[in-house]
Every structure is written in C-alpha cells, then in structure tokens.
Nanobody, 127 residues
Framework: QVRLVESGGGSVEAGGSLTLACVVSEFPPNSACMAWFRQTPGKKREGVATIYTAAGTTYYADSVKGRFTISHDNAKNTLYLQMDSLKPEDTAMYYC????????????????????WGQGTQVTVSS
C-alpha cells in the first residue's frame, strides 16, 4: 500500500524559509509524477508545484514561482519543497501527492490528477 508521510511544517515569520519533506513508500521512485498542494479552511486544494521524477521536469503555480523549489531524491524516494521568502498568504496545510505515471499536462496541478496523498503538514507564516 502506498504511503506518503509529510514533515517539516511549522511557524515562521514573513520572509523566512521552511523545507517540507515527503517520504514515499511502496511506490516506484524513478517514474512518477509528484506534487505539493496546499489548502486553507473553506477553500479548494491548490496545486503548488509538481515534478516528473524520471526527467526532473518541474512546474510551479504563478503564486510561488521564484520562491519555492520542488525536488526529489530517488535514492531516498523523498519529495521536497524548499520554501523561501514566505508570505502570510502561504499559510496553509500542505499535502504531497503522487501518481505512478508521467505528469499529465492539464492535471499537473489539479487534485484529480493524483490518487495517493499524504496526511498534510501545517505551515503558518506570521506578518
């Protein structure tokens, strides 16, 4: 059974940095579409960044482009999200997601494009 376990969330002041990690088990590491999403109460889950592990191809939402970096360590089968220059509007529960295929263009940042999810880790950015 596929398991995704996030860690690294916490509280930080605006302008600070955090790194999230997501350990993926029972999942092929070398050819998967993996992503980070975030959600605040009452709002839809929003795609943040995605990576196709076979090619290292990445894609970012406009709201985080230039500030966040997604990466994947094949040896550890761990997905990362380096978040810099954090803003209060980045406050959310962050989730990792994975799918054992190439990223589909129109579903890269859509929750419906992924069947495996982690439990989430909270990120809070204070002004």
């Amino acid at each position: 059974q596929v398991r995704l376990v996030e860690s690294g969330g916490g509280s930080v002041e605006a302008g600070g940095s955090l790194t999230l990690a997501c350990v993926v088990s029972e999942f092929p590491p070398n050819s998967a579409c993996m992503a980070w999403f975030r959600q605040t109460p009452g709002k839809k889950r929003e795609g943040v960044a995605t990576i196709y592990t076979a090619a290292g191809t990445t894609y970012y939402a406009d709201s985080v482009k230039g500030r966040f970096t997604i990466s994947h360590d094949n040896a550890k089968n761990t997905l990362y999200l380096q978040m810099d220059s954090l803003k209060p509007e980045d406050t959310a529960m962050y989730y990792c997601a994975a799918e054992d295929r190439e990223c589909l263009w129109d579903l890269r940042l859509q929750p419906s494009g992924y069947n495996s999810w982690g439990q989430g880790t909270q990120v809070t950015v204070s002004s």
